[in-house]
């Protein structure tokens, strides 16, 4: 069983619509949780960063953690065709000094105008 | 800025070749990674080293080795490569212990083995 499951879509939305991205895991063991952001032909970047439970917002992105469902989320306002790229959600355990990551699949987001 | 840079961005091989992919990393950082994407498969760790010549396996480490012998270097090795080892071949690093969260991937180098 994968620990992290993350619908791969794809997901076509319209300029301006809001998104929302979503992954679930089993772990309890994860405390921090990221989403990184993939353009065609490019390596992951992270766009979000999460400790524990709570909402963090960066301008359009609002990055969910809920512990208690094992549930996080990233919201995208006012979507924009730059903001087509495939997001990956990315979990790591507490106390790992290792630095493994553990990744879900990926969703694959379009953007039309 | 962090940067990780691979040795190609596109490499063509043949069956039964041994396959070198380079991965260098300007940040000092302790551990790296090597990951393939797949599509509808995702990102899956095939190897991983928290330290100079220490290396941890990951999900798919079948086929492949690694060679960590400076810090800032490492290197997955392809003993006999086969067909379906045809990927997206991602490096990334991240600063050891407590004190790193966040990987930094290189740009990838697609693998195509005939």
């Known amino acids: 069983q994968k620990e992290v499951e993350q619908d791969p879509g794809p997901l076509s939305v319209p300029e301006g619509a809001i998104v929302s991205l979503n992954c679930t895991y089993s772990?309890?063991?994860?405390?921090?949780f990221m989403w990184y952001r993939q353009y065609s032909r490019k390596g992951p970047e992270l766009l979000m960063y999460?400790?524990?439970?709570g909402n963090k917002e960066d301008g359009r992105f609002t990055a969910q953690v809920d512990k208690s469902s094992k549930y996080i989320s990233l919201f995208i306002r006012d979507s924009q065709p730059s903001d087509s790229a495939t997001y990956l959600c990315?979990?790591?355990?507490?106390?790992?000094?290792?630095?493994?990551?553990?990744f879900g699949r990926g969703t694959q987001l379009t953007v039309w105008p | 800025d962090v940067k990780v840079t691979q040795s190609s961005r596109y490499l063509v091989k043949r069956t039964g070749e041994k396959v070198f992919l380079e991965c260098v990393q300007d940040?000092?950082?302790?551990?790296m990674f090597w990951y393939r994407q797949d599509p509808g498969l995702g990102l899956r760790l095939i190897y991983f080293?928290?330290?100079?010549?220490?290396?941890e396996k990951g999900d798919i480490p079948e086929g492949y080795s690694v060679s960590r012998e400076k810090k800032e270097r490492f290197s997955l090795i392809l003993e006999s490569a086969s067909t379906n080892q045809t990927s997206m071949y991602l490096c990334?690093?991240?600063?050891?212990?407590?004190?790193?969260?966040?990987?930094?991937f290189g740009p990838g180098t697609r693998l195509t083995v005939l």
């Open positions: 990334a690093s991240s600063l050891g212990l407590a004190g790193g969260n966040e990987q930094f």
């Open positions: 772990n309890s063991a994860f405390q921090y």
């Open positions: 999460t400790y524990s439970s």
């Open positions: 990315a979990m790591k355990e507490r106390g790992s000094t290792l630095g493994r990551l553990y």
């Open positions: 940040m000092d950082h302790e551990n």
């Open positions: 080293s928290y330290d100079v010549k220490m290396k």
